[in-house]
């Protein structure tokens, strides 16, 4: 019987990869950009969703689904301490 998990994938906001970030995560757009601290509004498709707004520093991880859509932020140690990385398919 094989293991399975759903596909959830990260990338690092590192200050310089704004526009990589944008077109990762299909349901977010950036809302300003302050010294690349960025502010970046989710938007939840559908009527039910939830719409919110939520702060990105250089350095900082985003998490996304399947779907290409956001899931979470997290700082290295919180990355570290909540995810394993494992070989891309």
Excluded at 71 to 89: C, K, L, N
């Amino acid at each position: 019987m094989p293991l399975i998990t759903p596909r959830i994938e990260s990338l690092k906001y590192d200050g310089t990869n704004l526009a990589a970030v944008l077109a990762w995560c299909i349901d977010v757009t950036l809302v300003s950009n302050v010294n690349d601290v960025l502010t970046l509004h989710r938007d939840e498709p559908g009527d039910g969703g939830i719409d919110f707004d939520f702060v990105l520093n250089p350095g900082e991880w985003l998490i996304r689904n399947l779907y290409e859509q956001y899931q979470g932020r997290f700082t290295d140690a919180e990355y570290a301490q909540s995810w394993v990385e494992i070989p891309a398919v």
